[in-house]
T-cell receptor, first 110, second 115 residues
Framework: KQEVTQIPAALSVPEGENLVLNCSFT??????LQWFRQDPGKGLTSLLLIQSSQREQTSGRLNASLDKSSGRSTLYIAASQPGDSATYLCAVNSGYALNFGKGTSLLVTP | DAGVIQSPRHEVTEMGQEVTLRCKPISGHNSLFWYRQTMMRGLELLIY????????DSGMPEDRFSAKMPNASFSTLKIQPSEPRDSAVYFCASSLGGIMNTEAFFGQGTRLTVV
């Protein structure tokens, strides 16, 4: 069974810092990996989708990388802002279902 | 497109009552998923439909849970009878052509509280 781990569980940074969120998975046989953002009491918003054949994807200040062989992905957030405060979830697709990590709760302080 | 639409957003019910959660997937998407989110276990897949047919319901906790997809634009998740341990946020998600290569989109969720 695919196990997805996200480190750290929580992170607090001052506004303007660049930061990296980590995701690791146990089975490298994946189709794709998706990063989501979840605000308190809200649904999941898709941020980036990386196919298994890709190394990275970028959207604005976000950059996600994928190293399938080592079972790792990182989400890089440049020049963080208070509005980036949320929980970030990594989800790995090894078949038809997404296996989720427990998330990293990010707080960006002004 | 309005995205994946779930109703109700919040549901409070008494133990033993029947609860029905509803989902309208994104038009044109042919895969639909029901997930449950709790603090302890995170997000777990309950059931997966493809072209309105249940493909995998191994995540459904017990026989008290049932799900249907009578057509491409509507799905329900029913709990009967409900128990306090069913309290969680239930999400519906949809994607195009199976999830192997495509992006999944989630609804806002239904927060269920069973007292």
């Amino acid at each position: 069974k695919q196990e997805v781990t996200q480190i750290p569980a929580a992170l607090s940074v001052p506004e303007g810092e660049n930061l990296v969120l980590n995701c690791s998975f146990t089975d490298s046989a994946i189709y794709n990996l998706q990063w989501f953002r979840q605000d308190p009491g809200k649904g999941l918003t898709s941020l980036l989708l990386i196919q298994s054949s890709q190394r990275e994807q970028t959207s604005g200040r976000l950059n996600a990388s994928l190293d399938k062989s080592s079972g790792r992905s990182t989400l890089y957030i440049a020049a963080s802002q208070p509005g980036d405060s949320a929980t970030y979830l990594c989800a790995v697709n090894s078949g038809y279902a997404l296996n989720f990590g427990k998330g990293t709760s990010l707080l960006v302080t002004p | 497109d309005a995205g994946v639409i779930q109703s109700p957003r919040h549901e409070v019910t008494e133990m033993g009552q029947e609860v029905t959660l509803r989902c309208k997937p994104i038009s044109g998407h042919n895969s639909l998923f029901w997930y449950r989110q709790t603090m302890m276990r995170g997000l777990e897949l309950l059931i997966y439909f493809n072209n309105n047919v249940p493909i995998d319901d191994s995540g459904m906790p017990e026989d008290r849970f049932s799900a249907k997809m009578p057509n491409a634009s509507f799905s329900t998740l029913k709990i009967q009878p409900s128990e306090p341990r069913d309290s969680a946020v239930y999400f519906c998600a949809s994607s195009l052509g199976g999830i192997m290569n495509t992006e999944a989109f989630f609804g806002q969720g239904t927060r269920l509280t069973v007292v």
